[in-house]
């Protein structure tokens, strides 16, 4: 029994053309689908429809964007989110800047909170006074306080570790200034009374000696 060597009709296609074997009459197989820049098919460059996303485009020759992290670990260098997302340290030159910034706010917001905020938060004059204002003065500050205080914490949590020394130099510089209005203050309250004890002794015995 003899078989034959041509190809057998096996149908149509969707496209009306008969279905036969994959080579074609020259005896080689079909040309390729074109391909796009990465081997994966021709892309549609259409452009989207009304409504849809907007594909992301760079022009040629763009620098590429800054591609910062939250680090969670302690590093040396810049590279860095500081707070928001529009304040990027990316130089040396910035960090320097951003721990200069760092120590004197941290310097501003210790005193405030040492000769202000916490000596109001006590309640003193509102245990004194005894109105409404008073407490409400009272709570206010100690919220003030506790809102500088995470402040504070969320620079430390940039994990940079010249920001960290800049904020404990600042903190310290702050408390030392402290120190020296509280002792200022106590000195000058206690020469006043010791002012007036020395004024009541006199007249005293100036009565007797009469």
């Given at each position: 029994m003899c078989v034959s060597n041509m190809p057998m009709n096996t149908g149509t296609s969707p496209s009306?053309?008969?279905?036969?074997?994959?080579m074609s009459?020259?005896?080689s197989m079909p040309a390729p689908a074109p391909?796009?820049?990465?081997?994966?098919?021709?892309m549609d460059?259409?452009?989207?429809?009304?409504?849809?996303?907007?594909?992301?485009?760079?022009?040629?020759?763009?620098?590429m964007?800054?591609?910062?992290?939250?680090?969670?670990?302690?590093?040396?260098?810049?590279?860095f989110y500081y707070l928001f997302g529009g304040w990027f340290v990316s130089t040396t030159p910035q960090l320097v800047?951003?721990?200069?910034?760092?120590?004197?706010?941290?310097?501003?917001?210790?005193?405030l909170r040492g000769t202000f905020l916490r000596p109001l938060a006590k309640g003193e004059g509102a245990r004194r006074d005894g109105g409404a204002a008073a407490y409400l003065a009272a709570g206010a500050a100690a919220s003030a306080d506790a809102l500088l205080h995470y402040v504070l914490m969320l620079v430390a949590m940039?994990?940079?570790?010249?920001?960290?020394?800049?904020?404990?130099?600042?903190?310290?510089?702050g408390q030392v200034v402290n120190l020296v209005?509280?002792?200022?203050?106590?000195?000058?309250?206690?020469?006043?009374?010791?002012?007036?004890?020395?004024?009541?002794?006199?007249g005293g015995v100036e009565h007797g000696c009469h």
């Open positions: 009306g053309m008969n279905a036969t074997s994959p009459s020259a005896g391909t796009g820049p990465m081997g994966m098919g021709t460059t259409a452009p989207p429809p009304a409504g849809g996303p907007v594909p992301m485009t760079m022009p040629a020759g763009s620098p964007p800054h591609m910062g992290s939250m680090h969670g670990y302690f590093f040396g260098g810049p590279g800047g951003a721990c200069l910034g760092t120590a004197a706010a941290a310097a501003v917001l210790t005193v940039t994990y940079s570790v010249w920001i960290l020394v800049a904020l404990v130099v600042g903190m310290g510089a209005v509280i002792s200022r203050k106590q000195s000058s309250s206690g020469g006043g009374d010791k002012g007036e004890e020395k004024s009541g002794d006199d």
